[in-house]
């Protein structure tokens, strides 16, 4: 069984999809992927947790390829309130849902090790090759960054793939050191420097597992659609997610993930056409 770990709100529905049908179609052992979700209105009106369609829906597609795939949601609004209301990076770069990984160690249901990637993420290859990396003596495996390793430390890295060791992780209160970073400091990139600058020993993987800007290499397992840093015909930058599938083609030149992207596009309207019909009988 690999465990999988994603976070986000209900906007985070065309990334799950995509990413889902990537992985069953590319990896023979169970999936279990727990989402991590809140309601956070508060701080803005379309910052409402993932609903139950969206995740009954994720689970039909999981488990049409695998009977023993499964999603699970759980919410994690009250505990996210309580560890970072107000806190200094909850209006960092990225959105507040980045910061549930965070709260990982403090939810009963997480098991021990844990397959965390972002919501932008394809995979090229069988999970497995990944997932049953060893890591029993260290806190989590990851990717360097590929901008950070340059600018900010060589062994830097990029948070969006994150193979977690939950056990060592409560050993050396990794996270929460990084929620005490999180609460106390502003940092540029929030999560992902509160991790970095919290841990106490990792263990670096090639790129393959966390590639951030060759989008057709057939030897990757993770394919991370990541923002680019351009330089031509100016400098500026590209931030094109795998949904965008226009823009996949048009701009990235990537067709690795065709297939899958042309079944996103047909279960995408299955949803949509499956919501309208139930909109309409609730309102005859």
Known sequence: MINLLLCGNEKVFDGALTQAISITNRTKEPINCFILTMNLTRLKPEYMSINDEQI??????VKS????NQVTKIDVTDLYEKEFMNCANENAYCTPYTLLRLLADLIPEIPDKLLYLDIDIMVGGDLAKLYN?????????AVKEKY???L??????????????????KETKLLEKARHLIKTKKMLFADQDAIFWSTTRKKLLPRIYNEQSKFNKKDTI????????????YPHT???????VENVHKVLKCHYFDDDLNEYLKLKKRFENERNEINERLLK
């Open 56 to 61: 009954e829906f994720l689970n039909k597609v």
């Open 65 to 68: 390829k695998n009977k023993k």
């Open 133 to 141: 990396i060893d890591i029993s003596d260290y806190e989590y495996a």
């Open 148 to 150: 950070g390793c340059w």
């Open 152 to 169: 900010i430390r060589p062994d830097y890295i990029n948070a969006g793939m994150l193979l977690l060791n939950m056990n060592k992780i």
């Open 222 to 233: 993770v394919c991370h659609f990541s923002k680019r840093l351009m330089f031509l015909p």
């Open 238 to 244: 590209e931030n094109y997610k795998q949904w965008d």
